[in-house]
């Protein structure tokens, strides 16, 4: 029976563990064996005791096929649809596990994952259970790289089974308020995941909109080359694309607007 969780992570204060601020990476589809990820080694007569010591199954990392961005912001208030397509490719079945670090203050509006173009509901775990599952994940410290991705919220989904060459897709949306300081307002979405720091991605769409409050008097990406198009004075249309994109950095948008007709209103 295939089961599908979603956990919801909030306000998990381990800063001894994982440091004061929140992680910044793209949403990644960690693989794993089902249940334990370690198996015995056969036992070597030779040696009496101690035994060798457990082998480890190597598991290759899911391939992220597509990722498509999909951005509204209003005034200082940006609303993210993100859709994600993993591919596993390794030649026995596996278990995944999804995570994406949101940004702070940031609000689930909805989510759902997709088994073969059709979308599944999730469990939400409360807080409370979320931590415990999130300790013990720390505790047995399977790979310390996870520890990358884990923020004050995070967005958990537990995805099996997964088949060889299957692909999964998550696809969720979330609010943010984005933050002005020295007249500009920038937006960031995170691109760069560790796991797939050695990979390309397969295809990378992001596109978006900013319906400001004022006059927008500049608008640029210091990271990308991001295509922008003027509507009227207050409204501005962006976009980028890229095959086998491997990012160096996240993606940063920022604007100003005229601070008088601001003040005004």
Do not use: W
Not at 13 to 34: D, K, N, T
Request: charged share 25%; glycine share 6%.
């Amino acid at each position: 029976m295939k089961r599908f969780i979603m956990f919801v992570l909030s306000g998990i204060v381990l800063g001894s563990i994982l440091g004061s601020g929140p992680a910044r990476a793209q949403g990644i589809l960690y693989l794993h064996e089902p249940g334990e990820i370690f198996l015995p080694q056969p036992p070597d007569e030779r040696i009496i005791p101690p035994p060798r010591p457990p082998r480890l199954i190597r598991t290759q990392a899911a391939e992220l096929r597509s990722l498509e961005v999909q951005v509204e912001i209003e005034g200082q208030t940006a609303t993210t649809v993100l859709d994600q397509t993993f591919r596993n490719p390794n030649n026995r079945r596996v278990e995944g596990t999804y995570m994406f670090p949101l940004p702070p203050d940031a609000v689930i509006r909805d989510m759902s994952l997709h088994i073969d173009g059709k979308p599944v509901q999730c469990e939400v775990v409360e807080a409370q259970k979320a931590r415990k599952i999130y300790e013990d994940i720390v505790r047995k410290a399977r790979d310390p790289a996870l520890l990358e991705y884990v923020g004050r919220d995070l967005v958990r989904l537990r995805i099996f089974p997964i088949e060889p060459n299957q692909t999964r897709r998550v696809a969720f949306k979330y609010s943010q308020i984005l933050k002005r300081e020295f007249g500009l307002t920038e937006f960031t979405f995170p691109l760069v995941g560790r796991q797939q720091a050695e990979a390309p991605i397969g295809q990378v769409s992001v596109s978006g909109s900013i319906d400001a409050d004022a006059p927008i008097v500049t608008v640029y990406s210091p990271t990308h080359d991001v295509e922008f198009r003027h509507i009227d004075p207050r409204t501005c249309k962006f976009g980028f694309e890229a095959t086998n994109h491997k990012p160096a950095t996240h993606l940063r948008i920022l604007y100003a607007v005229s601070e008088k007709e601001l003040g005004a209103s």
